[in-house]
C-alpha cells in the first residue's frame, strides 16, 4: 500500500457515510473514525537486510481437560435439581449413579425435560445451580 493509496482512502472516508474504518491489508493498519478526537493510524513493517530469523519452538499452555464424562444440557431452559422445592437433590457430589439414572429436570416451555446419567459412576461435580438458566450444552454436571 502506498501513501497516495491511503489518502485516496481518507478522502473517500471523508465523503461516505461512515463512522469509522479499520483496515488491514499488505502489513498495514489504516484506522480512521468521525466524531472526538481525530484518529488516524499508520504501521508498516520495518524491512532490514542481511538480518537472520530464528524460529524457537513456542509452548502454549495446555489447556486442563476436566476428567470425567460430561452430562450437557440438550436444551435451553431452566434446571433443576429436584423433582420439587421440598425433596431433596436428585444427585449430590460424591453421589453414585447408574446409566439411564435421572441427575435433573430442565424446564422449557412448561414441560419438564429429564436429564439422564450417561454412564455408571460417581457425581464429580455439579456445575449448575437449582433454577439456573442453562445453554444448550452447557456441562452441568461431571462423572466420573
Known amino acids: 500500500m502506498k501513501i497516495q493509496d491511503i489518502y485516496d482512502l481518507m478522502d473517500r472516508f471523508e465523503g461516505s457515510s461512515m463512522s469509522e474504518l479499520n483496515l ?12 472526538g478526537e481525530p484518529l488516524a493510524m499508520f504501521t508498516a513493517p520495518v524491512m532490514h537486510e542481511n538480518v537472520k530469523t530464528v524460529n524457537h519452538p513456542v509452548e502454549t499452555p495446555k489447556e486442563e481437560v476436566p476428567e470425567g464424562t460430561p452430562v450437557e444440557a440438550p436444551l435451553v431452559g431452566t434446571f433443576y435439581a429436584a423433582p420439587s422445592p421440598e425433596e431433596a437433590p436428585f444427585v449430590s457430589v460424591g453421589s453414585e449413579v447408574k446409566k439411564g439414572d435421572v441427575v435433573g429436570i430442565i424446564e422449557a416451555m412448561k414441560l419438564m425435560n429429564e436429564i439422564t446419567a450417561p454412564c455408571d459412576g460417581i457425581i464429580e461435580s455439579i456445575n449448575a445451580e437449582n433454577g439456573q438458566m442453562v445453554e ?3 456441562v452441568l454436571m461431571r462423572v466420573k
Open 24 to 35: 488491514e491489508m499488505e502489513g498495514v493498519k489504516v484506522a480512521f473514525k468521525r466524531g
Open 136 to 138: 444448550y450444552h452447557q
